[in-house]
Each structure stands twice: as C-alpha cells, then as structure tokens.
C-alpha cells in the first residue's frame, strides 16, 4: 500500500469551476509538499506545509496533521492549470520525499 | 544559477551504452537528490546527498546506478549498460534548512529513452 494516496486520479473540469484534489498519507510527517508537474516533466513547487493553511494567488493548501489529510483547492480554474499535481511528503528525519501518484487535471475552456 | 540546472534535457542512447545525467544545484543548499518518474509511474527517490556525509543510495535500482556528487555542488548520475527500463524522466533537486523548516527546488528534469 502506497503511503501517499491521492484523489482524484483524473479530473476533468470545466472553466471557472472550484477544484479539490485530496491526499491522505499513513505515515508521521514533517512536511508535505504539493508538486505540479506540466507535459515534459518539469516539476514546481506549490507549496510546502507543515500546519493550517497556505494560499497563493487562486490556490489554497490545507492540512489536518491528526486525521493525516491534506487538500490543494484551486479557485476559479482556468486551462492553463490543466498538469499533474502531485502531494508528496517528508516523514520524520528522512529529507528525500515520499510521492502520490499525482492527480491528472484538465481545465476545459 | 537562479534554479537547479539539469543537463542534458534530454538524451536518447541506444541499450547498453553508459550515460551521465548532470544536475547542478542551488548555491548554499546542502542537499541534493535524484529521483526518477517511469513512464505512468510515480516519481520514486534514488539517492540523497547531504553536505559531507556519506550519501544514501537506498532508492537505487541496481549497481549500474551510481551518482556522485563533487565539491558539494554538482552531482553526476551515471547508468551503465543502460536498458530500456531504464526510460524515464530523472528529476534533480535541492534542498535548504533554516529556521522556517526547509523548502525544496526541483530541476527540469531529464527525459532519458533508451533504444
């Protein structure tokens, strides 16, 4: 069992529509990371949290560290959002990262 | 550099040559890893390389995998005898450690096929 799982695995939306992709992780962490990751490859960091709530312009992440969950909400979604978003955590001590199989996006115009 | 460089972007060998994959990080971040995305696959860890200490290469596939990283800085993957399971994106990236916890940089990535 992964111990990073991810929901949706696709999700197809259309324009301007609010957006939620979940994660939920098994293990204690001491950050979680949400990746997006566009045709080709190339990964950007979102955001990193270890607590609460982070927002950046039309995304939001939130954490809940007792019920191990997380969620990257995307508000007013637009086309050029359509990627891969992956969660991906760092647990305890270990720095390198633990990944979600990513959550397919599409944003329909 | 303002990011983590990867080098080359992408690289097409034929099975059973060697190659090298060159990933220079972030000045002042102390670490470094390698990680690889497999066609419809999740991105899984390779190697993690921390300031002067021994590196930890739990994630590497097999013995023809071997990275190395010089004077801190740039780190070199290298696969020999590559096979065509070998095709995959390796993405490079970098890390710091401060009082606000630490934050991550990934590279581009490198787009290896092997034919």
Redesign the interface.
């Known amino acids: 069992k992964?111990e990073v799982e991810q929901s949706p695995q696709n999700l197809t939306a259309q324009e301007g529509e609010f957006i939620t992709i979940n994660c939920s992780y098994s293990v204690g962490i001491?950050?979680l990371?949400w990746?997006q990751q566009h045709p080709?490859?190339?990964?950007?960091?979102l955001f990193?949290l270890?607590s609460g709530k982070k927002k950046h312009g039309r995304l939001i992440a939130t954490i809940n560290i007792q019920e191990k969950h997380s969620s990257l909400h995307i508000t007013a979604s637009h086309p050029r959002d359509s990627a891969v978003y992956?969660c991906?955590v760092?647990a305890g001590s270990a720095?390198?990262?633990?990944?979600?199989?990513?959550t397919q996006l599409t944003v329909l115009p | 550099g303002a990011g983590v460089s990867q080098s080359p972007s992408n690289k097409v060998t034929e099975k059973g040559k060697d190659v090298e994959l060159r990933c220079d990080p972030i000045s002042g971040h102390t670490a470094l890893y390698w990680y690889r995305q497999s066609l419809g696959q999740g991105l899984e860890f390779l190697i993690y390389f921390q300031g002067n200490s021994a590196p930890d290469k739990s994630g590497l596939p097999s013995d023809r995998f071997s990275a190395e990283r010089t004077g801190g800085s740039v780190s070199t993957l290298t696969i020999q005898r590559t096979q065509q399971e070998d095709s995959a994106v390796y993405l490079c990236a970098s890390s710091w450690t401060g009082k606000m916890g630490y934050g991550y940089t990934f590279g581009s990535g490198t787009r290896l096929t092997v034919v």
């Open positions: 992964n001491s950050a990371h990746l080709g490859g190339g990964i950007v960091s990193m270890s992956i991906a760092g720095r390198q990262l633990t990944f979600g199989s990513g």
